[in-house]
C-alpha cells in the first residue's frame, strides 16, 4: 500500500493534526499535491462532504486522497451548527465562536459532541470511511489559547479541560479528529 496520501484540506490546523495522528504516513498538503481548486461541500451529512472532497483530489492528483469534515453538533441548537460549523456566522472562527455564545446565552443545556467523518478515496476506487465523536459541553466563555474553531468553547469530558487549555497530545489523543483517523486505520487493516 502506498504510504504518501494527500490531505484534501486547506485548513492548516487540520493538516497539522493529521500529520500528527498518522505518523505512519507522508501527509501532503493539497499545494505540494498541485490542487488548488475549491471543492463546494454541497453534502448533507459530514460522511458525503468528506468523500465528495476526497474523491475531488484523488481524480485531480492520480494519488490517495484524505478527507475530512466536521464540527460541532450542540444538543440545545438541534445539532447546530453541524455541517456547517465553519461557516456558522458567515464571519471567520472568532465571530463563530460569538455567535454560539449569544444562541446558547439563556440555554442551561450546554451538552455538544464534536463529530469527524474521514475518507481515504485511493486511484483504483477504493474508498474507506470512519467516524469519530467526542462529547463534552459548551462553556460560557472562551477558555485557553491553543487549538482553532471552536475549541476554546468546548470542555472535554474526557480532559475535563477546554481543547484550547490542552496540549496537542492531549487533545488528540481523545479528539473526533484522532477518533476517525485510528478508525480509519483499523477498517483499512481489516479491509472493509
Do not use: W
Not at 44 to 65: H, I, Q, S, W
Not at 94 to 121: G, H, I, M, P, Q
Not at 160 to 184: M, Y
Amino acid at each position: 500500500m502506498q504510504k504518501t496520501i494527500v490531505a484534501a484540506t486547506g485548513n492548516l490546523h487540520k493538516l497539522e493534526e493529521i500529520r500528527q495522528i498518522l505518523t505512519g504516513y507522508t501527509v501532503l498538503s493539497e499545494a505540494e499535491a498541485g490542487f488548488t481548486e475549491e471543492v463546494e461541500e454541497t453534502g448533507e451529512t459530514f460522511r458525503d462532504n468528506a468523500l465528495l472532497k476526497a474523491r475531488a483530489v484523488c481524480r485531480a492528483t492520480g494519488m490517495p486522497a484524505l478527507a475530512d469534515d466536521s464540527g460541532l453538533c450542540v444538543t440545545a441548537l438541534g445539532g447546530a451548527p453541524g455541517v456547517y460549523s465553519a461557516r456558522y456566522s458567515g464571519g471567520d472562527s472568532a465571530d463563530n465562536r460569538r455567535l454560539l455564545l449569544k444562541n446558547l446565552e439563556n440555554e442551561e443545556e450546554r451538552s455538544a459532541k464534536f463529530t469527524c467523518a474521514v475518507a481515504l478515496v485511493f486511484p483504483d476506487g477504493t474508498e474507506y470511511c470512519a467516524i469519530g465523536n467526542t462529547c463534552g459541553v459548551i462553556t460560557r466563555e472562551e477558555r485557553g489559547t491553543g487549538g482553532f474553531g471552536y475549541d476554546s468553547l468546548f470542555f472535554s469530558n474526557d480532559l475535563k479541560k477546554t481543547f484550547a487549555e490542552a496540549t496537542e497530545a492531549e487533545k488528540n489523543s481523545v479528539s473526533h479528529r484522532g477518533r476517525a483517523l485510528k478508525g480509519l486505520l483499523r477498517a483499512m487493516e481489516l479491509g472493509v
